[in-house]
C-alpha cells in the first residue's frame, strides 16, 4: 500500500468511513498525485439505487412536515462535524482529486459556508402576500417541500457542490440521493459518514441522505425514477444533454450546471498587476480543472504584449508538484485521459496558426500522476479549439480593437458560466455588466471568474444549463409553489368580473 493510500485510509477511518478496501470491490480509486490505488470499492446495483430512493422517499414522508428551523438543526449540526474535521476531509479532497493543500480547505471550508447559510435560509423560506381584486379576499403563496433529490456530482469538487445540494435540500424538506463522479468516491463516502453522524445526534429521519456508488447504469437508474423530483447534475456540456432529456420525458425538474469556457477582458485602463495576478489564479489554478477555470485572454492590443510578457514570467515561476506539499501551486492533472486532451488541444491550437509562448508540455521530475507545465497561447483567431472547454491550464489570448469587439469575442462561444473584465473605466465596467455585455450567469470586474463566494446564486447559460445553485434564492428549486386565495367574506365575488347565475 502507498503513502498515499495509507494517509487516505487514516483519514477515512477518523471521519467514520467504512474501510475503502473492498477486495471484490470492481471500482477501483486512484489519486492523480501519483496514480496508485487508494481503494477499491463495490458499485451499486440498480435495485441497490431504488432501494435507496425508497429508503428516502420514506424519510420524506416525516421530514416535510418537520418545521424548517427544525431541518435547520440538522444543517447545523453538519457543520460543526464538518469544522471539527476540515483539516482531513480537505486533505482527502487533495489526495482524491490532485488539489492543492489550500484549495483542498477551501472546499471544506466552502461547505461549512453554504451550512451556515443553509442554516439561516431555515428561517427564512418565506413566501409573498398578494393584493387580491376580490374584496374580502386574500391571495398568498407558500413554499413546500419538493421531494427527493438527485445529486450527480463532478470530480474536481468533490465535496462542495455536493453540499450545496444538500445544505439547501434539507432545510427546504428534500431527502437527497447523491451519485458522486467514480473518480471521486472516498470523498463521498467521508461526506456520508459525517451526515449520518449528524442525522443520528439530531435525531432525524434515518434514509435522508444516500450514497449510491457506480457508473452510467446508477446514473440512469437515479435520473429514470419519476419519485426523484430533481436531478441536480453537474459535469460535461455532453453529459447534461444526455440527463435532461431523460428527466424531462418524465415531467421531472432538472438543475444542470455544465461546461465552462469562460473569457476575461483586460481594457487599456486596467491595473495590469492586479489582471496579472486575478489572471495566473484563474487560469492555473487547480490545474485548469475547474468549471470557472479562465480559458480566453481578451486584451486590448495597445497592452497585449506587455500583459502577456508579465503573464509568461508568472507562469515561469510556478511551483508544479505533489499538491501534498505546501509550497506547490500546480498538481496533477486527474488522469491519463485529461493529460491527453491537454496535448490534442495544443497541438489543434498550433495547427490553427496558434504560438505557444510557456507551457503546454508535461512536467519533468514529478514522479507518478500526470502532471503539465500550465500553458499561454496566442491565438489569431477564436477557432474551433478555442471554443471549445478543455479541462486542462491552457490560456488562449486574442487581441481586441473596440470594447464592442471584445464583447463579441467574448459571447461567441456556446457556454456561458463566468466572466470577467479588468478595467478602471466605469463606462467599460458597467457596459460588460449590462443586457449587451456579457451573456454569462457570472460576470465580474477586476476579478477573475473563479472563486465564486456562496452567497451569489452559481450558474450560467446556453449549453452550461441555465440552473443556478448555493445562495440568493436557489433555494426556490428544491420547493414546491403553491398559490392560495383565501375567502374571509360572507360573498363570492369571481375574477374578472365574471358572472355566474
Known sequence: MSDVAAQAREILARLGAPD????????????????????????????????????????????????????????????????????????????????????????????????????????QLHGLTIASERPGHRMMEQWHPLGVVGVISAFNFPVAVWSWNAALAL??????VWKPSEKTLLTALACQALVVEAVRRVGAPAGLCRVILGGVPVGEALVDDPRVRLVSATGSTRMGKQVAPRVAARLGRSLLELGGNNAALVAPSADVDLAVRGIAFSAVGTAGQRCTSLRRLIVHRSILDDLVARLAAAYQTLPIGDPLDAGTLVGPLIDADAAAAFTKAIEAARADGGTVLTGGVEAEGVPGGHYVHPAIV????????????????????????????????????????????????????????????????????????????????????????????????????????????????????????????
Not at 414522508?61 to 424548517?68: E, F, G, K, L, S
Not at 447545523?76 to 469544522?83: A, K
Not at 432545510?171 to 437527497?176: A, E, I, M, S
Request: negative net charge; proline residues 4%.
Open 378 to 501: 496566442t491565438m489569431p483567431a477564436q477557432t474551433d479549439v478555442v471554443r471549445a472547454e478543455t479541462f486542462a491550464p491552457i490560456l488562449y489570448v486574442l487581441g481586441y480593437d473596440t470594447l464592442d469587439e471584445a464583447i463579441a469575442l467574448h459571447n461567441d462561444v456556446p457556454q456561458g458560466l463566468a466572466s470577467a473584465i479588468f478595467t478602471l473605466d466605469v463606462r467599460e465596467a458597467e457596459t460588460f455588466l449590462s443586457a449587451a455585455g456579457s451573456d454569462c450567469g457570472i460576470a465580474n470586474v477586476n476579478i477573475g471568474p473563479s472563486g465564486a463566494e456562496i452567497g451569489g446564486a452559481f450558474g450560467g447559460e446556453k449549453e452550461t444549463g441555465g440552473g443556478r445553485e448555493s445562495g440568493s434564492d436557489a433555494w426556490k428549486a428544491y420547493m414546491r409553489r403553491a398559490t392560495n386565495t383565501i375567502n374571509y367574506s360572507t360573498e363570492l365575488p369571481l375574477a374578472q368580473g365574471v358572472e355566474f347565475g
Open 20 to 123: 475503502p478496501f473492498d477486495a471484490d470491490g470492481e471500482l477501483i480509486c486512484r489519486s492523480p498525485i501519483d496514480g496508485a490505488e487508494i481503494g477499491r470499492v463495490a458499485a451499486h446495483s440498480t435495485a441497490e439505487v431504488t432501494a435507496a430512493i425508497d429508503s428516502a422517499e420514506a424519510a420524506f414522508a416525516q421530514w416535510r412536515t418537520t418545521p424548517a428551523p427544525v431541518r435547520g438543526e440538522l444543517v447545523r449540526e453538519l457543520g460543526t462535524l464538518l469544522r471539527e474535521h476540515k483539516d482531513d476531509l480537505g486533505a482527502l479532497v487533495t489526495i482524491e482529486a490532485g488539489k492543492i493543500r489550500s484549495e483542498g480547505l477551501g472546499e471544506v471550508q466552502e461547505m461549512i459556508d453554504i451550512c451556515d447559510f443553509a442554516v439561516g435560509l431555515s428561517r
Open 171 to 176: 432545510v427546504c424538506g428534500d431527502p437527497v
